[in-house]
């Protein structure tokens, strides 16, 4: 269906997020276990014959979700793309259209956008950038220390392996001309700093061009890596974004061990939900408790409702059950958590196939989005991660987490030259706030050791 696509801001409650999350923070894990639960109506038969998952459960946050936005919050996070007013829905898609995909209320501030006709609700969101906190708001109390903002969060996670890289380059071009060897020992360094091959010589071909047979300095050789790396980060750093027309919309986050699946989760629904969309999560974690339970707390933390069954249930089958649950519960959104598991793990990875098969069978296109979470603290072993999981899983799109801690980061250069795979958000801390956009300038700028 050809429809060209407006876009229209709506606000949203960070406000009303920080307070959540000190309510939540009060609270112990048991308390979790109070929560309203609603059984499944009947075992649900499991789609691929195979073993039958014990019948998965709905914890409902206490949490309201859908509060009205505080005023005065911050602006949006979540730009929703209504079809164009010269083109309705109506025409452009000649069926009746079943349940209309409203974005459940929050204010539209952008005031170029023409209001689209009842008919038109947003089909796709995209999940963007929190704005500053606006100038009029008070100041936080008791905070005991100035937290850094993302960038100097990304920068000091990534400033180690940048400065290694650049005391490289300066062993190199101290005292030296820009001639093959030079060229050659540079090649090196880089591809030691997980560039890739492919990236290394696009410097080097770069800076040959400009400075052969010439003195270089160490800035401007960082400043054409920089300009070089920002080239092959740009086309993969898009904004996510959800089609709606999908209800729900399923999210399957999928990664190795400890990569971050489940708090980029916690993360993004908190996103979501304050965008005003109606998400439920799914704990597909069905190996540890300690992940269910984390799940629990990220879906009280942000109003989401959380489907979980017994450890060890099948995780398929609970993924199945779960867009029930959530279809029943009219969620926009379902985001369903996986295990941990090493991609050279035959058995773990058919079980990923296995939920990718099940949700199909729901529709044929969930799930919509697979994000894959990668630690920024891993080398070249993360390349052939995006590689298996890609192809196992159908992987769609990446999130970098741990940015912030002491990051390696340049295998994401590598991994984007090489599979392309949109990039949409770094982590860069443990809290809710802490995922951000990923923007290629400032990335590219952290890992060259260029001045913002
Ligand atoms: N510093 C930092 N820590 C993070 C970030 N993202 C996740 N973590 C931490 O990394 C650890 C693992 O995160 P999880 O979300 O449990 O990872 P997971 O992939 O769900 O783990 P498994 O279920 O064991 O596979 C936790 O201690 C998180 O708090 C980040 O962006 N920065």
Redesign the pocket.
């Known amino acids: 269906m050809a429809i060209g696509f407006i876009k229209k801001m709506f606000s949203f409650g960070k406000k009303e997020a920080e307070l959540v999350e000190e309510q939540v923070d009060d609270r112990v894990v048991a308390e979790d276990a109070e929560a309203v639960e609603e059984p499944a109506a009947a075992p649900a038969p499991d789609p691929t014959e195979e073993d039958v998952a014990p019948a998965p459960v709905v914890s409902e946050p206490e949490q309201n979700i859908e509060e009205e936005p505080q005023a005065g919050a911050p602006e949006a996070i979540i730009e929703a793309i209504a079809p164009q007013a010269e083109e309705p829905v109506a025409e452009a898609a000649p069926e009746p259209q079943p349940e209309p995909t409203p974005l459940p209320a929050p204010t539209p501030v952008a005031p170029a956008a023409p209001p689209a006709p009842a008919a038109t609700k947003p089909l796709k969101v995209q999940v963007s950038k929190a704005v500053a906190v606006k100038q009029d708001l008070p100041e936080p109390v008791a905070e005991p220390e100035k937290k850094l903002s993302w960038y100097e969060r990304l920068r000091q996670g990534l400033a180690r392996s940048s400065s290694n890289l650049s005391d490289s380059i300066g062993g190199i071009f101290t005292k030296r001309k820009l001639d093959d060897d030079t060229l050659q020992e540079l090649e090196d360094v880089l591809i030691q700093a997980d560039l890739g091959l492919e990236t290394a010589m696009r410097v080097t071909d770069a800076l040959s061009a400009s400075r052969y047979g010439k003195d270089v300095s160490t800035d401007e050789v960082r400043a054409i890596m920089g300009a070089e790396i920002e080239k092959v980060l740009t086309p993969v750093a898009k904004p996510l974004e959800l089609d709606l027309s999908h209800k729900p919309h399923v999210i399957l986050v999928v ?1 190795v ?8 989760i916690g993360k993004l629904a908190a996103k979501l939900t304050a965008g005003g969309l109606k998400v439920m999560l799914a704990a597909g ?1 069905t190996f ?1 408790a300690a ?1 269910i339970e ?1 799940l629990h707390i990220w879906g009280e933390r942000t109003g989401s409702p959380v489907v979980s069954s017994k450890l060890g249930a099948d995780a398929a089958g609970l993924a199945y059950d779960a867009w029930e649950k959530a279809k029943e519960a009219g969620s926009d959104v379902l985001i369903i ?1 996986t ?2 598991r090493l991609q050279n793990k035959a058995e773990l990875m058919d079980e990923l196939a296995k939920i990718v098969r099940v949700l199909s069978k729901h529709d044929a296109e969930a799930p919509h989005t697979v994000l894959q ?1 990668l630690d920024a603290t891993t080398g070249q072993n993360a390349l052939n991660q995006v590689e298996i999981f890609k192809n196992i899983a159908g992987v769609n799109g990446l999130v970098m ?5 002491s990051a390696r980061g340049g295998i994401l250069v590598s991994i984007s030259a090489k599979h392309k795979l949109p990039v949409y958000f770094i ?4 809290g809710i706030d ?1 995922l951000e956009p990923f923007a290629a300038k400032d990335f590219a700028k952290a890992i060259a050791g260029v001045a913002s």
């Not at 987490?401 to 801690?405: A, H, R």
Request: charged letters at 30%; glycine letters at 26%.
């Open positions: 990664g061990n400890g990569t971050g699946k489940t708090t980029t974690d540890r992940a984390q958590d295990a941990g979470t987490t741990k940015l912030d801690g982590g860069v801390g443990e802490d």
